[in-house]
């Protein structure tokens, strides 16, 4: 039952351009997506959140764009850096609760 | 502010051992969250704790347990350890509050059943 997609399980950019990364989701009822990044040997880090009511939010370098009606979202990272180099989770939840659903992850490699 | 921190940070157990884990939440924070990573997949809910009862719970048996104590600290309990419970088990912590429950993780136990 895996109500979060990502299926792009790795994506290279080069240093300077943008880097954008995709999430699918099946539950209509989420209403609260996240986008975690995480380093080897530690744990997910929060990068920016979206509510449903919105379908974008901005955060420096880092924007998340939502889709309603194709269950879609995209974080997109301009411009990408090579410490951007890492896997990102993608995770939605119903009403901010606890139950968060995460994907697979999609490891990013920015080149120099 | 301090972190969430787990421990150990690695373990190594045999098929039907018991296992305990141990996280301390961030600094103020009054909710703990505890997930599983298998390899190659994304984090998934075992359960959370709120004021040291069980608010809420993912896919998972009864053999795994929890506790959270009055400083908000928490443990993670697996009886009859399987295989398939080698994996990456992440605490999350946040405060809640309306309109942000924000998790922060730990850097996870690294958990191999041998």
């Known amino acids: 039952d895996q109500q979060v997609k990502q299926n792009s399980p790795s994506l290279s950019v080069q240093e300077g351009r943008i880097s954008i990364l995709n999430c699918d989701y099946t539950n209509s009822m989420f209403d609260y997506f996240l986008w975690y990044k995480k380093y080897p040997a530690e744990g997910p880090t929060f990068l920016i959140s979206i509510s449903s009511i919105k379908d974008k939010n901005e955060d420096g370098r880092f924007t998340v764009f939502l889709n309603k009606s194709a269950k879609h979202l995209s974080l997109h990272i301009v411009p990408s850096q090579p410490g951007d180099s890492a896997v990102y989770f993608c995770?939605?939840?119903?009403?901010?609760?606890?139950?968060?659903?995460f994907g697979a992850g999609t490891r990013l490699t920015v080149k120099p | 502010e301090t972190g969430v921190t787990q421990s150990p940070t690695h373990l190594i157990k045999t098929r039907g051992q018991q296992v305990t884990l141990r996280c301390s939440s961030q600094?103020?924070?009054?909710?703990v969250s505890w997930y599983q990573q298998a390899l190659g997949q994304g984090p998934q809910f075992i359960f959370q704790y709120y004021r040291e009862e069980e608010n809420g719970r993912g896919n998972f048996p009864p053999r795994f347990s929890g506790l959270q104590f009055p400083n908000y600290s928490s443990e993670l309990n697996v009886n009859a350890l399987e295989l398939d419970d080698s994996a990456l088990y992440l605490c999350?912590?946040?405060?809640?509050?309306?309109?942000?429950?924000?998790?922060?993780f730990g850097p996870g136990t690294r958990l191999l059943v041998l």
């Open positions: 999350a912590s946040s405060l809640r509050l309306a309109g942000d429950e924000t998790q922060y």
């Open positions: 995770a939605a939840s119903v009403n901010n609760n606890n139950d968060m659903r």
């Open positions: 600094s103020g924070h009054n909710t």
